[in-house]
T-cell receptor, first 117, second 114 residues
Framework: GAVVSQHPSRVICKSGTSVKIECRSL??????MFWYRQFPKQSLMLMAT?????????EQGVEKDKFLINHASLTLSTLTVTSAHPEDSSFYIC?????????????FGPGTRLTVL | AQSVTQLDSHVSVSEGTPVLLRCNYS??????LFWYVQHPNKGLQLLLK??????LVKGINGFEAEFKKSETSFHLTKPSAHMSDAAEYFC????????????FGTGTKLQVIP
C-alpha cells in the first residue's frame, strides 16, 4: 500500500523557536496533502489542506502565519510552526491523497510529537 | 455538511468476546466511510473502508463493518477480541465531492480485559 513518512517523529524545542515538519509520500504522487493536529485523548482536527503548487487552505481558527505550509512537489509537504509556544505542543499528523487509484482514500503518516518547553 | 458520531467514548470487553464499536454519520452526498486504529503514541492505520461497493466490508485483523444507509450507520465489529486490539478507533467520513473534506469521529477507546 501507499506509504507516507513524517520527519521528525519527535521534536522538543524552546519557546519562541520555529520547527519544520516534513511529510513525504514515498511510493506515490500526492496532489493533495492534509495536516492535522491531535491533542491528548482527543480526535484529529484538520488544520489545512495543501495542493501541490498552490497556497494551502486553512480551517477556521488556524493561524496561517503561525502554521506555514509548503507543498512544493508532488511528494513533499512541510509544516513550519513559527515562534512556537507551549500551547502548540501536540501530535501533528499529515495525510496524502494520490493522483490515481482510490480517489477518496487518504494515507496517513505516523505523526510528529512536538513538545515546546 | 457532514458529521460522524461515535456513540461510545470507551468500550471494555473481555478477551475472546465480540467487539462492537458504533458509528453513525450524516452526509449530504454519497459518503465514503473508514475505520482507523491508533495505538498509543502511534499514527493511524486503516482498518477498512466503504466506498459504495459491497455494504459488508472486511478489513484487517478480523475486523469488519456494515454500511447501513437506512440507519446511517457503519458499526465496526470483530467476533473475538484479542489483547492487541486495545487501542483508539476512529470512524471517518468523506464524500465523493470536489473538495473532499475529511471528518473524524471523536474516537472510541477499546479496552480488552484478560
Amino acid at each position: 500500500g501507499a506509504v507516507v513518512s513524517q520527519h521528525p517523529s519527535r521534536v522538543i524545542c524552546k519557546s519562541g523557536t520555529s520547527v519544520k515538519i516534513e511529510c513525504r509520500s514515498l511510493d506515490f504522487q500526492a496532489t493533495t496533502m492534509f495536516w492535522y493536529r491531535q491533542f491528548p485523548k482527543q480526535s484529529l482536527m484538520l488544520m489545512a489542506t495543501s495542493n501541490e503548487g498552490s497556497k494551502a487552505t486553512y480551517e477556521q481558527g488556524v493561524e496561517k502565519d503561525k502554521f506555514l505550509i509548503n507543498h512544493a512537489s508532488l511528494t513533499l509537504s512541510t509544516l513550519t510552526v513559527t515562534s512556537a509556544h507551549p500551547e502548540d505542543s501536540s501530535f501533528y499528523i499529515c495525510s496524502a491523497r494520490g493522483t490515481s487509484g482510490s480517489y477518496n482514500e487518504q494515507f496517513f503518516g505516523p505523526g510528529t510529537r512536538l513538545t515546546v518547553l | 455538511a457532514q458529521s460522524v458520531t461515535q456513540l461510545d467514548s470507551h468500550v471494555s470487553v473481555s478477551e475472546g468476546t465480540p467487539v462492537l464499536l458504533r458509528c453513525n454519520y450524516s452526509s449530504s452526498y454519497s459518503p465514503s466511510l473508514f475505520w482507523y486504529v491508533q495505538h498509543p503514541n502511534k499514527g493511524l492505520q486503516l482498518l477498512l473502508k466503504y466506498t459504495s461497493a459491497a455494504t459488508l466490508v472486511k478489513g484487517i485483523n478480523g475486523f469488519e463493518a456494515e454500511f447501513k444507509k437506512s440507519e446511517t450507520s457503519f458499526h465496526l465489529t470483530k467476533p473475538s477480541a484479542h489483547m492487541s486490539d486495545a487501542a483508539e478507533y476512529f470512524c471517518v467520513v468523506t464524500y465523493s465531492g470536489g473538495y473532499q473534506k475529511v471528518t473524524f469521529g471523536t474516537g472510541t477507546k477499546l479496552q480488552v480485559i484478560p
